[in-house]
T-cell receptor, first 112, second 114 residues
C-alpha cells in the first residue's frame, strides 16, 4: 500500500513569514493529493488539493506543488496569520481507489 | 443542508464492553470511512465501504467491525473495548465519482476506555 511521510512534525513561524510543509509518497499510482487543516477540537477540513496532471496550484495565500518524479508534494502558506495556527495533514489517493493515506500531521504555530 | 454527523460525541466505557459509534451522512455518498486519530499517528484508516453491503478492512481494523445496510449509515462497533482503543474517531464520506474526490469529515467522537 501507499506510505505517506510528512515533515516537520512541528513548525513555528513569526506572523507574516512563510511556512512550508513537505510530504513524500511511495506509490507512483497515487494521483490525488489533498491537504487538510484541523483546528483544535475540530474536524479536518480540506484547504487545497492537487491532481497528478498539475504541477502547482494556488488559492490566495496557499499553494501546493507536486513533483511526480521525486514523489513529493508541499504546502506553502505565505504571509502567515495567527489564525493559520492548526495541524495540517497531507494525504495521497491511489488512482481508481477511493481511500486516502494520511501523513502524520504538522502542528503549525504562528506567533503574533 | 447536507451533512455528516456522528454520535455520541463523547463516550466513556469500560474494558470488555461492546460499543457502537454511529455515522450518518445525507449527501448520498457511496464511500464512507472510519479513522482513528492518535497523537503522532495522524489519521489511520479502520474500515471503509464503497457502497451498500460492501465493507473493507483498513490498516488498523483488529477489534473493530462495520456494516453497511443503507447508503446513509456506517456504524463502527468495538466488539470488546480495550484501553488501546481510547482515541478520537472520525467518520468521513466521499462521492467517489471521477473528479469528485474530496472526503468530508464528521465532527468526531472522543472515546475513553477505562
Amino acid at each position: 500500500g501507499e506510505n505517506v511521510e510528512q515533515h516537520p512534525s512541528t513548525l513555528s513561524v513569526q506572523e507574516g513569514d512563510s511556512a512550508v510543509i513537505k510530504c513524500t509518497y511511495s506509490d507512483s499510482a497515487s494521483n490525488y493529493f489533498p491537504w487538510y487543516k484541523q483546528e483544535l477540537g475540530k474536524r479536518p477540513q480540506l484547504i487545497i488539493d492537487i491532481r497528478s496532471n498539475v504541477g502547482e496550484k494556488k488559492d490566495q495565500r496557499i499553494a501546493v506543488t507536486l513533483n511526480k518524479t521525486a514523489k513529493h508534494f508541499s504546502l506553502h502558506i505565505t504571509e502567515t496569520q495567527p489564525e493559520d495556527s492548526a495541524v495540517y495533514f497531507c494525504a495521497a489517493r491511489i488512482y481508481n481507489f477511493n481511500k486516502f493515506y494520511f501523513g502524520s500531521g504538522t502542528k503549525l504555530n504562528v506567533k503574533p | 443542508d447536507a451533512e455528516i454527523t456522528q454520535s455520541p460525541r463523547h463516550k466513556i466505557t469500560e474494558t470488555g464492553r461492546q460499543v457502537t459509534l454511529a455515522c450518518h451522512q445525507t449527501w448520498n455518498h457511496n464511500n464512507m470511512f472510519w479513522y482513528r486519530q492518535d497523537l503522532g499517528h495522524g489519521l489511520r484508516l479502520i474500515h471503509y465501504s464503497y457502497g451498500v453491503q460492501d465493507t473493507n478492512k483498513g490498516e488498523v481494523s483488529d477489534g473493530y467491525s462495520v456494516s453497511r445496510s443503507n447508503t446513509e449509515d456506517l456504524p463502527l462497533t468495538l466488539e470488546s473495548a480495550a484501553s488501546s482503543q481510547t482515541s478520537v474517531y472520525f467518520c468521513a464520506s466521499s462521492e467517489g465519482r471521477q473528479g469528485r474526490s474530496e472526503q468530508y469529515f464528521g465532527p468526531g467522537t472522543r472515546l475513553t476506555v477505562t
